[in-house]
């Protein structure tokens, strides 16, 4: 079956813009989970829902971030004014249930020049 | 703060070498994961380990668990180019994952 999908791969854009990544995961996947990976370091935890709630997003550095999942299914992160050190590969992951086997997406590359 | 540590971060052996990673944690957990990234892509699940002294293999990789100790591995026997990439475990705790810092791992032919 198909895995997680995430669109754009990358994006490029300009500091102080909005963007918006988006997050398709596999199909009866009630927990999603954002993270944002820089290079050479782990995935960092963002925003974790449980269907169409935010379960928590204790993660988000700061009010400019923020998630969305209206209908349960995808996921959508938003970013607004942003800033160079915004610059980072975006990860999104679902998985049947919390704390089970995670399926990570294959990311969007987001650099703000 | 919930800290996750893994070493080796750098690795570089020789194939039909064995080695261990390990990793490190600082919280009550019963659920540990190994996840296996190449370069520029996104992460792939290796194993799930969901209780004191588990123990999966899958090839040439092994991984345990001991949560009294707050430590896995994650063995390599025998290695090949093939498995030259970052190996990253996770802690699940709290509604979230924590992942270590990773260990880069080339195997040199």
């Known amino acids: 079956g198909a895995g997680v999908s995430q669109t754009p791969s990358n994006k490029v854009t300009e500091k102080g813009k909005y963007v918006e990544l988006r997050c398709d995961p596999i199909?009866?996947?009630?927990?999603l989970y954002w993270y944002r990976q820089s290079l050479g370091q782990g995935p960092e935890f963002l925003i974790y829902f449980q269907g169409t709630g935010a379960a928590d997003d204790s993660g988000l550095p700061n009010d400019r971030f923020f998630a969305v999942r209206p209908e349960g299914s995808v996921s959508t992160l938003k970013i607004q004014r942003t800033e160079r050190g915004d610059s980072a590969m975006y990860l999104c992951a679902s998985s049947l249930n919390d704390g089970r086997e995670q399926y990570f997406g294959p990311g969007t590359r987001l650099t703000v020049t | 703060e919930l800290k996750v540590e893994q070493n080796p971060l750098f690795l570089s052996m020789q194939e039909g070498k064995n080695y261990t990673i390990y990793c490190n944690y600082s919280?009550?957990?019963?659920?540990l994961y190994w996840y296996r990234q190449d370069p520029g892509k996104s992460l792939e699940s290796l194993f799930v380990?969901?209780?004191?002294?588990a123990v999966k293999q899958e090839g040439r990789l092994m991984a345990s668990l001991d949560t009294k100790a707050r430590l896995s591995t994650l063995h390599i026997t025998a290695a090949v180019h093939d498995l030259s990439a970052t190996y990253f475990c996770?802690?699940?705790?709290?509604?979230?994952?924590?992942f270590g810092t990773g260990t880069s791992l080339t195997v040199i032919p």
């Open positions: 919280t009550t957990s019963d659920r």
């Open positions: 996770a802690v699940y705790t709290g509604n979230q994952f924590y």
């Open positions: 380990l969901l209780s004191n002294g």
């Open positions: 199909s009866g996947h009630t927990a």
